[in-house]
């Protein structure tokens, strides 16, 4: 059973930074690509960032790109999320994603808020 836990979330001001971490476990973790979504309240679920199973080849959406950054510690069955220069068009709740044998594979999410 493949389980993500997200953590690292909460509320920060603009221009502040965060740094979102994802822990997995239930799968061979290493050569799996990993992504990073999040969804704010009322929107569809979009894809932020994702990374290849080696971490050679980093994807992110046109509306992050130079703030966030996406890494990987294979050895520790983690991804993070790097957030800096962080917008209120930000807040959302952010969650770890990875493609399993044609399934999809979610963690429950950790609440970013971007407020003054």
């Known amino acids: 059973q493949v389980q993500f836990v997200e953590s690292g979330g909460g509320l920060v001001q603009p221009g502040g930074s965060l740094r979102l971490s994802c822990a997995a476990s239930g799968c061979y973790f290493i050569i799996y690509r990993m992504n990073w979504y999040r969804q704010a309240p009322g929107k569809e679920r979009e894809l932020v960032a994702s990374i290849s199973s080696a971490g050679g080849t980093r994807n992110y959406a046109d509306s992050v790109k130079g703030r966030f950054t996406i890494g990987r510690v294979n050895a520790k069955n983690t991804v993070y999320l790097q957030m800096n220069s962080l917008k209120p068009e930000d807040t959302a709740v952010y969650y770890c994603?990875?493609?399993?044998?044609?399934?999809?594979?979610w963690g429950n999410g950790t609440l970013v808020t971007v407020s003054s």
């Open positions: 994603n990875t493609i399993k044998d044609g399934m999809n594979f």
